[in-house]
């Protein structure tokens, strides 16, 4: 792609670091920054910034928060006993909306991925562990992805569990094998956290 100006050609080139934004979009996402009022675009950057500089992860749960602890970990009337353990906040996010969950959650961050490099020390795994050494916790559900590495994950921490008093259960695949969390729609995600299975007889199941 040749440019015109040096200028348009860095914030092009910035922009198209962003995921699933290619060249291309990458223009014309920003001559359409560039048509809008002056303020539009201070808004954004102002925006990005200051969720950059200021964000906090929840201390127990490694969601998104904006305090010490988030709303879910401070609700009393959730169930601390029963931990959903997922990838990130896009997973806690799409499990709030089904209103079928009154249980805390553990955000990983990620999942376990030798290709990409991820192992489980860059992941939120020590801390589940101690949180279940700790005793409040009675379950443990895993809401993954059924992806290789979602599996290799939920398998790794469920060996590191070994010798501790929990249950451990996965949510019911009415969801096809590599589906998102986030793309479920509401009623079958709701229903296979309500339809749980053992963990050990979702691995036989696969
Ligand atoms: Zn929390």
């Given at each position: 792609m040749e440019f015109s100006s040096k200028l348009l050609e860095n914030a092009v080139q910035e922009m198209s670091?962003?995921?699933?934004?290619?060249k291309r979009t990458a223009l014309r996402l920003v001559l359409h920054l560039l048509k809008q009022p002056q303020e539009r675009t201070e808004l954004l950057t102002e925006a990005l910034m200051k969720l950059k500089s200021e964000v906090n992860f929840c201390?127990?749960?490694?969601?998104?928060?904006?305090?010490?602890?988030?709303e879910i970990c401070a609700?009393?009337?959730?169930?601390?006993?029963l931990v959903c353990v997922v990838e990130d906040i896009r997973d806690v996010m799409a499990i709030e909306n089904t209103s079928q969950y009154k249980g805390l959650y553990h955000v990983l961050g990620g999942k376990i991925s030798p290709m990409e490099g991820v192992?489980?020390?860059?992941?939120?795994i020590a801390s589940l562990i101690q949180k279940v050494k700790e005793g409040t916790v009675k379950e443990l559900i895993f809401a993954l992805s059924s992806t290789m590495e979602g599996d290799t994950t939920n398998f790794y921490i469920y060996r590191q569990l070994e010798g501790l008093e929990v249950v451990t259960s996965a949510i019911a695949?009415?969801?096809?094998?590599?589906?998102e969390l986030e793309f479920a729609d509401e009623v079958t995600l709701g229903r296979s956290i309500v339809n749980r299975v053992p963990f050990e007889s979702s691995i036989k199941a696969n």
């Open positions: 670091h962003l995921p699933g934004i290619g201390k127990s749960c490694h969601n998104i928060s904006d305090t010490e602890l988030c609700n009393p009337k959730r169930d601390e006993s192992g489980p020390q860059d992941l939120n695949r009415g969801i096809s094998v590599g589906d």
